[in-house]
């Protein structure tokens, strides 16, 4: 009888404690799995030089493994995407929501249809035109035509001086 309860006393707290620390080593694991890569955390910001490019060009970096299409734009192109009437868009936002600094456009290069990457300096409103599904995207990223819902997403960023940093 002993001899049954010295088993009972070192077995089952000795089980017990190796259970926690076996529990706490797969849901460490588990959660570690979740988290981003070092690759993505390296890309999590990035920086760009506004004086890099030029008025009326559109240049396509990569954030977050997604195109980023930043665009310097010209005084026309300003006063064309702010006299749309904004009721007739699908997806209805004025040219200032969208472009708090009217001079730049800063989306992500991505259809919101089926995720294609559309081209920039295209389309029937000369700003972005999907080829894999026929989306037309105006020159403040709002869909005019096509199968797509949405504008295209504008990430969060800010300027500091003479960068952009998007992140």
Known sequence: MLNIFIFC???????????????????TEFISSMAASADVLALAKIEI???????????TFQWRG???????RTDDEIATEGAVDVASLRDPETDEQRCP???????????THL?????ADAGDFGGYYCPCHGSHYDGAGRIRKGPAPLNLEIP????????????
């Open 9 to 27: 006393t070192l077995t089952i707290p000795g089980g017990t404690v190796s259970g926690i620390y076996a529990a706490k080593s797969i849901v």
């Open 49 to 59: 030089k506004m004086d890099d490019i030029p008025e009326g060009k559109s240049i």
């Open 101 to 111: 600094d009217s001079k730049w456009l800063v989306v992500l290069g991505v259809c």
């Open 156 to 167: 969060p960023y800010e300027f500091q001086g003479d960068l952009l940093v998007v992140g």
């Open 66 to 72: 997604k195109p980023l299409f930043v665009r310097h």
């Open 115 to 119: 995720g294609c990457v559309p081209i």
